[in-house]
């Protein structure tokens, strides 16, 4: 990778993962694809160029890689799962019009690129405990009808015109910089907000439900990781299982309260992410990704709780008034 483009630079993995290939390419080398509305500022503008990239826009992304002479490209755009619900023409036309206009771009340009898909590429028929790397994948959510799409177009492309699309199945998410936005997983982001900010925490997810989660340090590692693997150790491509730890909302609430005793958490389940959360994997097996290209997290559901209260009530400390 030498020049890169990140389209969705300033969403929840966008931002991290831009100043991160930054530190390790080069400023100069890394362009945040943006669109409209959601403008790079602070760090993210200053450190390097940024593009008008909206992915449903074949033109847009097409130029931004011909001006930036891009070898490699980032696709982090996607509605996530509740809010694609609300709005699955939408959710088809960015999770696979938009790719399909990366994979275009990438063909006639040469470009590797990079499409994440989901623990939502799942669904009820799936083996849940854990999760094969290779087997039945009949999602119910538009969600997931795009991430099974996007992995089958990405090996597609490999196969019949040799673009180097590589990708992972991301679990949810978890960080303290940039907030997710219509997630199934978001609830264990925001119970450490509630936490940090003393508030009691409503949980939409009901307990004993078990999903994959993943700190954001080891989800930006991966992403990078895979893309940086010798090519010739891939037997898979799109999309390999990755893990890190499972969880259900009363071992993430009991966790904190090692942490935060005065922490309050009350179930008000959400009939809707209940039912996504309900048809996803308890648990995936990652032992392809191990084998294939030496995938390993550095981080637990303890390492990441005190991580992410440290950090939290950093930001939320109350800021010193020098006069
Ligand atoms: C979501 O909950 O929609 C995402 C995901 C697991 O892909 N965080």
């Known amino acids: 990778m030498k020049n890169i483009l990140i389209i969705g630079a300033t969403g929840q993995i966008g931002s991290e993962l831009t100043m991160k290939l930054r530190g390790i390419y080069g400023g100069g080398n890394v362009v945040a694809g943006y669109i409209k509305g959601t403008e790079p500022k602070g760090e993210l503008a200053e450190s390097g160029p940024s593009a008008l990239v909206d992915i449903t826009d074949p033109v847009?992304?097409?130029?931004?890689?011909?001006?930036?002479?891009?070898?490699?490209?980032?696709?982090?755009?996607?509605?996530?799962?509740?809010?694609?619900?609300?709005?699955?023409?939408?959710?088809?036309?960015?999770?696979?019009?938009g790719v399909y206009n990366v994979l275009e771009v990438a063909r006639e340009n040469g470009c590797a690129v990079f499409t994440p898909s989901s623990i939502g590429s799942f669904g009820e028929e799936t083996p849940h405990n854990p999760t094969p790397q290779d087997t039945i994948q009949r999602p119910k959510?538009?969600?997931?009808?795009?991430?099974?799409?996007?992995?089958?177009?990405?090996?597609?492309?490999?196969?019949?015109?040799?673009?180097?699309?590589?990708?992972?199945?991301?679990?949810?998410?978890?960080?303290?910089?940039?907030?997710?936005?219509?997630?199934?997983?978001?609830?264990?982001?925001?119970?450490?907000?509630?936490?940090?900010?003393?508030?009691?925490?409503?949980?939409?997810?009901?307990?004993?439900?078990?999903?994959?989660?993943?700190?954001?340090?080891?989800?930006?590692?991966?992403?990078?990781?895979?893309?940086e693997a010798d090519p010739s150790r891939l037997k898979h491509r799109n999309s390999f299982n990755i893990a890190s730890m499972s969880f259900d909302p009363e071992i993430i609430y009991n966790k904190i309260k090692e942490y935060k005793p005065e922490f309050v958490m009350e179930y008000e389940p959400d009939p809707l992410r209940q039912a996504i959360a309900d048809s996803w994997p308890d648990r995936l097996d990652d032992s392809c990704a191990r084998a294939e290209w030496d995938w390993k997290p550095e981080y637990d559901l303890d390492a990441m709780t005190r991580d992410m209260l440290?950090?939290?009530?950093?930001?939320?400390?109350p800021k010193l008034e020098l006069h």
């Open 60 to 97: 847009q992304i097409a130029d931004a890689v011909k001006k930036h002479n891009i070898d490699t490209i980032y696709n982090l755009a996607a509605l996530l799962s509740a809010v694609a619900e609300a709005r699955p023409q939408l959710a088809f036309k960015i999770g696979v019009g």
């Open 310 to 317: 440290e950090k939290l009530e950093l930001k939320f400390a």
């Open 141 to 227: 959510t538009i969600y997931g009808v795009t991430k099974v799409t996007g992995e089958l177009l990405s090996d597609y492309y490999a196969r019949r015109f040799g673009v180097d699309t590589r990708s992972v199945r991301f679990p949810g998410l978890i960080s303290y910089v940039t907030p997710p936005g219509g997630g199934t997983t978001d609830y264990a982001v925001d119970i450490y907000y509630a936490a940090v900010q003393g508030r009691t925490f409503k949980c939409p997810i009901k307990a004993g439900t078990f999903m994959d989660m993943m700190y954001m340090p080891d989800a930006l590692r991966a992403a990078i990781e895979i893309m």
